[in-house]
Every structure is written in C-alpha cells, then in structure tokens.
C-alpha cells in the first residue's frame, strides 16, 4: 500500500514538472526576440527619420549658396569675355601710337564682341562689331557676314604736332557764338542755330563742344535729344581731351561723330545709329 502511494506521488511530481518545464521553454527565446524586434530595428528607423530631413535641408541650403556663385562666375566671364577681345585687338593693331582703348562697348544680350582692324605708320582703325557667333579678330568672315553688326568705327590718327591735331576739332563756344537760348535743365544753356533746313542745338560741357541735329520741321526732337544727353552725362564722364573735343549727336541716326584730342593724336568715333550709344561708347574711353 506505501509502495502503491510512492509511486503515484512519484508519477504526480513527474507530470508537474514535465508541465512546469513546457510553460517556461517558450518563454526563453521569446525575450531575445522581442528585444530583437522592438530595440534593433527602432534605433536606425529613428536615425533615419531624423537624418532623412537634414541631409534634404542641407542640400537646400548648398544649392541657395551656390546659386549666387553662379550668377556672379557668369556676370564676371562676360566681362573677362569683352576685356581679353579688347586686350586681344590691341595686340592685333601692329603700331607703336600710344592709343587708348575702350574700357567695354555696350553690345547686345547674346552676342560676342569681335573687330577687324587696320593699321597705318601714324594711323589705326578699328571696326568694332557684335556676332552671333564667335568669330576671330580680323576673320574674314566678318566682311560680309549676316551674324555680325558694326557697333562702331574709331580711327586714331597721329599728327606732327598737338597745334595740328587742334585744328581737326570743330570746337565751338556756343555762349560766344549766338542764338536762341534753350534750358537744357542741370543749369546748362543750350543755343539753336538753323540754316538749309536744319537745326543744331549746342552746348558746352568742360573742353566738349556737343551739338544735336535736327530738321527745322522736327525742331523738338534736336532739344529732346540735347536733354537727355545732358542728364546721361551727370552720371558719366567723357574722356578728358588735350585740349578739346566735338560731339554731334544725329537724331536722325545717320550722321553722329565724335571727335576729341589728346596732345598729338586725335580719336574719331563714327559708324553709330543710336546718338546716346554713341556718347555711351566715348565715356568707356574714360580711364
């Protein structure tokens, strides 16, 4: 009866801890596993959606640094374009004269700066042009070719003296000379002249005689034309001649000419539709 009690106590224990250990087997890989699941995949989730937004602001922030550098790198290309042109024709020009050059010439948005040029024992010329399309200085091409326009025409001739180079300018006192008095506003006085169907009005700024041209039927348009080169030039300065220089601005667009003298050589600027342009073209001649 005792070894029947024994056994079935025996049996009892035996079947409680075989339960006790399938309760608790489960549970030992589960803990690892959550841990697994819930701490190693959650800390680059986390990084992620915290780096995801700097990484983005970052780049935003580099393209709006840039974007100024590229606007200032191409604004000073075109600008180093026109001034090694110009460094580049004056190379091109052969001749011991002394000559000053343009500091840029106003040229339309897309088109390069280019010339030909001739020189002389005591003169050079110099046709300047815009293109299309780049072309060498004195390529021939740009003797007859339909992608490049004549800005402007100057001739720099030399003279034996500077009283001879004096007599080439057509230099007027228009307050000595007579006529209708104008205000030409910037407390500059203009005076008109008429004769064979034309109108001048002049005025005199420093050592520059500047004269208007217009048609006596069209007299408005020569006093326009003289009071907005006198307001262009408050802001700018035409080069300094030695000892006079003459302008005559064409309202017409056909007949403009710039003249000025330094001591032996004196400058010619031809060839220009636009009378402004013309007057802006000389004060790039200012150094």
Known sequence: MKKMLFISMLLSFSIISACSDKEETPNVPNKPQEEQESKVPSKPQEEQKTNEPNK???????????????????????????A??????????????PITLPKGLPISDGTILTATTKSEVNQVEILFFESNKYLPINDPKLKNSKTATVIARLVVKQYKNAKEANEQIAFVNFSQNGGQEVDLGYNIKGYQDAGAGSLWTGWNEGRWAIETHTRTDNPEAGVKLAKQAVQFLEAHMLPIPKQNG???LDVYKSGSLIVWQDEKLVYMLDSIKEPLKALEITTAFYH
């Open 84 to 97: 090694s042109v110009l460094k580049n024709i004056k190379s091109q020009l052969n001749t011991n004269l």
């Open 56 to 82: 983005s602001q970052e780049e935003h922030q580099s393209n709006e640094n840039q974007e100024p550098t590229k606007a200032n790198k191409g604004n000073t290309v075109a600008s180093l374009t026109q």
């Open 246 to 248: 003459f302008a005559r």
